[in-house]
């Protein structure tokens, strides 16, 4: 049987304060990151079993 899934955290403090300046500079990712990515996906659909 599974377990029940905890509660998330509230984040306070310090925490929160680091957490909203980092949500609030969020940058795009580079070309160089996204091709890695591309190639990551094309990986694991090459080796799926299911319909995609």
């Known amino acids: 049987m599974a377990?029940?899934?905890k509660e998330t955290p509230v984040?306070?403090?310090k925490d929160?304060?680091?957490f909203a300046e980092r949500?609030?500079?969020v940058g795009?990712?580079?070309a160089k990151e996204?091709?890695?990515a591309?190639?990551?996906y094309e990986a694991f659909k090459?080796?799926?079993t299911f319909p995609m």
Do not use: C, F, H, V
């Open 38 to 40: 591309r190639k990551a």
């Open 11 to 13: 984040l306070k403090g």
């Open 16 to 18: 929160a304060e680091r």
């Open 28 to 30: 795009r990712a580079s």
């Open 46 to 48: 090459a080796i799926s």
């Open 23 to 25: 949500m609030e500079t």
């Open 3 to 5: 377990r029940p899934i």
């Open 34 to 36: 996204i091709e890695e």
